[in-house]
């Protein structure tokens, strides 16, 4: 008989408090809260989606939006318990292996990125039985073959465990699977979805049409898929829109892809095919300043793109050359300009705290904050992952085992000691970088701008104009069929408990 499986997406439970305690002040205007959108986990989903076709039983659960008595008894129903975690969920993970193993008896398996680089700490916490080191679309169903039977387990490719002699056994790695068609659709269905959507700023469902990066940025974990990009096709990729449209019809989507605008021709394929399905909604991405060029973000805009997510990380030329990040102020420049001319809505993912930063490097970020004038910005502090090329270089000066603090990528948490600036220095100088966003880009000035720049590249690219009457004849069409729907409350934004989505301000004065 096949065994019954739950999966569970671990969050750090301190986080999810302090969270809630931050934005439950009255007045709350601070960069250094910004919490975690609420989204379902997709890996566990796609995994769930692999053991169903297999005849598995399977449950799938976030530990962002459930309570412990449910994640309680869904181990209690199954009899192998599946999680996944990041690093800065790896001490709640740790927390509920334990629990499902020697409070409830159950087999456990852990996986994500944290087992993958850093198995030993579930293993010899006894928080686990195998650790899965990078992708399981195939190793979890072999592991569920053969669970009761440890002489197969040295032959399983992709898995750590403990031999008889209580030393760690790491089995090689699984190659990558390479066509992402092969890979099924997540089972969104064994998720609550509308409870999801009711939880976020933006009601949406993200999708996942591609996996891996090409880049080496130094502070970024590539261990789950070497920096090999593989993607879904365009034709599945839109098919899994129109399914998602007709069963759920959000308002939003979100592409999660690591790099969704890697190749141009891929995405506008699936642009050009949103537009002939006649299909109608707002979507948004993230990417890089340098793979887009006049005609991607024409299409995009086209097929409704919202909102793109830049990974610029520094405004500093010698910082982005110190974290290989492979950009430049002329690249960073001569792109923005390009979002602002053809009108799109674009949002820089910022860090400070990078250890080679001098304080200059700070006053190069605002300079090109107030130069480009991004609608969003976000800036967090460095946190160093184990597995990355940072994390090797800042050991020396930790200040905590990374696997044991409940950080959160935008908090304040001081994790190492910078070499140069304090760590209430680093925070002065986000808060001062948000505000110096603010103003710029809050100014009559500055909106005025954004619209002169607009019309020169209508006046200079007709086909602007054209674009211009189709987006809106398109966006009409979209704000019809979510305002008759059940998020129609998306475009009531004043109405919205802005403390209950946790949703942060910045103040300028």
């Given at each position: ?7 569970i ?10 969270a ?6 009255e007045?709350?205007a601070?960069g250094?809260?910004a919490r ?6 997709l890996?566990?989903a796609?995994?769930a989606?692999?053991?169903?076709e297999?005849g598995?039983?399977v449950k799938i ?8 008595d449910?994640?309680?008894s ?5 009899d192998i318990?599946?999680?996944?975690t990041?690093?800065?969920n ?5 927390e ?10 159950r087999f456990?398996v852990?996986?994500g990125p944290?087992?993958?680089?850093n198995?030993?700490y579930?293993l ?6 195998i650790?899965?080191?990078g ?6 169903p072999?592991?569920?073959e053969?669970?009761q039977?440890?002489?197969a387990?040295?032959?399983?490719l992709g898995m750590t ?5 209580g ?18 659709y ?7 979805m509308?409870k999801?959507l ?10 996942i049409t591609s996996r ?5 940025c ?10 090999q990009?593989?993607?879904?096709s365009?034709t599945k990729?839109v098919?899994?829109?129109?399914h998602?449209?007709k069963?759920?019809n959000?308002p939003q ?5 690591d790099?969704f605008t890697i ?7 699936i642009?050009?095919?949103i537009?002939r399905r006649?299909?109608?909604?707002e ?11 006049f005609?991607l ?5 086209k ?10 990380e520094?405004g500093?030329?010698d910082v982005l ?14 792109a ?9 809505t ?5 860090m400070?705290?990078?250890?080679q930063?001098?304080a ?6 605002e300079?090109i ?17 184990p597995?990355?090329e ?5 050991k020396?000066v930790?200040?905590m085992?990374m696997?044991?603090?409940?950080f959160?990528y935008?908090?304040g ?6 070499p140069?600036f304090?760590h209430?220095?680093?925070q ?15 100014s009559?000035k ?5 619209k ?11 086909v602007l ?10 966006r009409?069409t979209?704000q019809a069929?979510?305002r008759?729907?059940?998020w129609s ?16 301000e910045?103040k300028?004065?």
């Open positions: 008989m096949q065994p019954k499986v739950v999966l997406y671990a969050k750090s439970q301190v986080l999810r408090e302090k809630a305690a931050l934005f439950a002040q007045g709350v601070t250094n809260g975690d959108e609420i989204i379902p986990p890996g566990i796609i995994l989606a692999g053991l169903l297999r598995y039983e659960l976030d530990d962002s939006i459930e309570d412990m449910t994640l309680r869904a181990m209690e129903w199954s318990v599946g999680i996944s990041l690093t800065p790896a001490r709640r993970a740790r509920l292996g334990l629990v499902a193993k020697t409070e409830v008896g456990v852990m996986g944290h087992p993958t680089t198995p030993e579930f010899d916490a006894g928080a686990a039985d650790c899965v080191q992708e399981g679309d195939l190793t979890l072999e592991i569920l053969h669970w039977d440890r002489s387990w040295p032959d399983i465990f403990k031999g008889d002699d030393q760690l056994v790491k089995n090689p790695r699984r190659p990558l699977i390479k066509k992402m068609d092969e890979v099924p997540p089972a969104y269905h064994l998720y609550d509308p999801f009711r939880l976020m700023i933006n009601p949406s469902v993200n999708m891996g990066c090409p880049y080496a130094t502070f970024c974990d590539a261990e789950m898929t070497p920096r990009y593989r993607s879904m365009p990729v098919d899994l829109i129109e998602l449209l069963t759920y959000p989507f979100m592409f999660f892809d790099l190749q141009k021709k891929r995405v506008i394929a642009c050009q095919e537009i006649g299909l109608f909604f979507w948004t991405c993230e990417s890089r300043l340098d793979t887009m060029d005609e973000l024409r299409w995009m805009k097929a409704g793109c919202v909102k793109i997510y830049y990974g610029l520094s500093s030329p050359v110190s974290v290989k990040k492979g950009l430049t102020t002329e690249k960073i420049l001569a923005a300009k390009l979002n602002r001319e053809v009108g799109m674009f949002k820089y993912f910022l400070y705290g990078f250890p930063e001098q200059k490097d700070h006053r190069m970020t300079w904050v107030r130069q480009t004038r991004p609608d969003q910005i976000h800036l967090s502090l460095l946190q160093p992952i597995g990355t940072i994390y090797e270089q800042l020396p930790l200040l085992d696997s044991e603090v409940d959160h935008w908090h948490t001081e994790s190492f000691k910078h140069v304090t209430k220095e680093l002065d100088d986000r808060e001062q970088l948000l505000k110096i966003h603010a103003r710029t880009t809050r009559l500055n909106r005025l701008l954004r002169w720049e607009r019309l020169v590249a209508m006046v200079r690219n007709p104009i054209s674009d211009w009457f189709e987006v809106r004849g398109r009409k979209y069929r979510v008759s729907s059940e409350y998306a475009f009531e934004r004043d109405k919205r408990d802005k403390v209950a989505l946790q949703v942060p910045v300028v004065d």
